[in-house]
């Protein structure tokens, strides 16, 4: 007997097709939704597999822009980093980007039939226990940085083995505002911008050399920076000198000013 699978989701298009016999579209333009009626069986679990994609890649196009993306990169690449700070923020964005991998995965364990039985009777779902498993050390040190955030320890996550720790541990994580300000700081530097998101954990574990072997240069501002880096939270965005940018623009005021004082200093004590 075959089953059918329903999914409702909005459209601006009405010329919708649908590879293969027995699709059936249901338009509604009143409301501007179609209901898309699925013959489903075991050999069509293909199909409907990337039927379910496409409709994941549309939403990730629709959600997934430049902030979401640098604030989950960030987590992912600060995987093993249990010390500094991280923002709400963060906490928001990775929380939404779990969600989106676990019903991901757990749809095409549900369709693709990928489930084992290690417990007698119930069933365990491969693909979301793998990627479970995968995720569970960025999660870690996400919640421990946040913790730090809000001037508390990160010991304080074990809250979540208990049931009335959860509650307190949700409104610490999502919605309290960290001691610190978010901080955004803009730069025209690409050097600058790549040197502290890409370059600078590799920089200090290879003893403050370069890929190449090279001694990193400015290695006491590097430093500095660094130093001074652990104690917020910061989002470092980059954007094209002389664009417009009104902060980009006050910063080369301020230092070709800067620049003039100390020329005019300089040949005042020559003279």
Not at 7 to 19: A, G, K, M, V
Not at 23 to 43: K, Y
Not at 79 to 102: A, H, P
Not at 112 to 134: A, C, N
């Amino acid at each position: 007997m075959e089953r059918h699978q329903r999914f409702w989701f909005t459209c601006e298009c009405w010329n919708l097709s649908l590879p293969g016999e027995g699709r059936e579209v249901q338009a509604n333009q009143e409301d501007g939704t179609a209901e898309i009626i699925l013959p489903f069986s075991q050999h069509q679990a293909p199909h409907s597999l990337v039927f379910l994609f496409g409709m994941v890649c549309i939403f990730s196009k629709q959600y997934l822009r430049k902030t979401m993306n640098y604030w989950v990169l960030k987590s992912l690449k600060d995987f093993v980093k249990f010390n500094g700070r991280s923002c709400r923020t963060e906490s928001r964005y990775f929380l939404i980007f779990n969600i989106m991998i676990g019903v991901s995965a757990g749809l095409i364990d549900m369709l693709m039939g990928f489930t084992i039985e290690i417990i007698p009777g119930v069933p365990t779902l491969i693909l979301s226990e793998i990627t479970r498993g995968i995720l569970i050390l960025p999660n870690t040190s996400l919640i421990i940085r946040r913790l730090h955030d809000i001037n508390k320890s990160g010991w304080w996550m074990l809250l979540f083995f208990t049931i009335v720790g959860i509650i307190p541990m949700l409104y610490w994580l999502y919605f309290k505002e960290g001691d610190q300000p978010d901080i955004e700081i803009t730069t025209d530097s690409m050097y600058v911008n790549n040197g502290i998101n890409q370059w600078i954990d590799n920089w200090k574990n290879n003893g403050w050399k370069t890929a190449a072997k090279k001694p990193v240069k400015n290695k006491d501002l590097w430093q500095e920076l660094d130093e001074l880096v652990q104690n917020y939270s910061i989002k470092w965005i980059w954007v094209k000198g002389h664009s417009g940018h009104p902060g980009n623009e006050r910063a080369d005021q301020l230092a070709n000013e800067a620049i003039e004082e100390f020329q005019n200093k300089n040949n005042t004590l020559t003279i």
